[in-house]
């Protein structure tokens, strides 16, 4: 049996709004591996990185992280073998029934994404082990958990699969997830792709889901 580990974070906000502090986009986005090593390297990168001086926090966090932490964060994931997909909607595109909650907006995301990439991730493994950064309070986990698993019920068929939600602080992998997936929003909320091109060999799909919708609903 081989097992595929893949890690999950977002992007991008809930606020379906025309402002200064609402996303224009929000992106779903995994990190695939076969061996979790890649954590305990993250973490040797960590101590090392105490050891120089550097202004590190207890957990690799791409937004409130100093560019020269992130410059060797994206270093490490660019010289492992990891595989990063995305799936990004444009939030003015969304109907007004895919975002009558935040949790039905973020089980609509997840189903598209992984209905689009699982099977390219999934191929040659029996097993899936999917760890999703966790999200709000707990009551409001248990419903974004519930969207995980019954996504995974619709897309993945004849594989054993589990799922669990920790912090990111709790396993090193999901905060290579969140380094990718902040890159990936700064290219194309902001045109910024200076994080981006560091690990561009990593990104193989980008899915833009609404590339072909024309109607704003806001």
């Not at 001086?53 to 100093?66: I, M, S």
């Not at 598209?112 to 999200?135: N, W």
Request: hydrophobic content about 35%.
């Amino acid at each position: 049996m081989s097992r595929a580990y893949i890690f999950s974070d977002e992007a991008g906000c809930f606020s379906f709004a025309r402002n200064a502090r609402a996303s224009k986009y929000f992106l779903v986005c995994t990190v695939t591996i076969s061996d979790c090593s890649l954590g305990g390297d993250l973490l040797a990168l960590r101590r090392d990185m105490v050891w120089r001086g550097l202004p590190v926090r207890e957990d690799f966090h791409a937004t409130e992280d100093k560019q020269e932490v992130r410059n060797e964060v994206y270093a490490f994931i660019a010289g492992h073998d990891i595989r990063v997909d995305a799936t990004i909607l444009e939030k003015s595109k969304a109907q007004p029934h895919t975002r009558e909650s935040s949790d039905r907006f973020y089980k609509y995301a997840w189903y598209y994404h992984f209905k689009h990439v699982g099977p390219k991730i999934l191929r040659g493994s029996t097993e899936a082990m999917i760890t999703a950064a966790a999200l709000g309070t707990k009551k409001g986990q248990a419903v974004y958990t519930a969207a995980v698993n019954d996504v995974m019920q619709q897309t993945t068929k004849g594989k054993k699969w589990k799922t669990c939600f920790p912090r990111a602080v709790a396993d090193p992998c999901l905060q290579i997830a969140d380094y990718c997936a902040w890159a990936i929003q700064r290219k194309w909320e902001r045109d910024d792709t200076r994080s981006y091109d560091l690990i561009s060999g990593k990104i193989e799909t980008e899915y833009n889901l609404w590339r072909t919708g024309v109607v704003h609903y806001y």
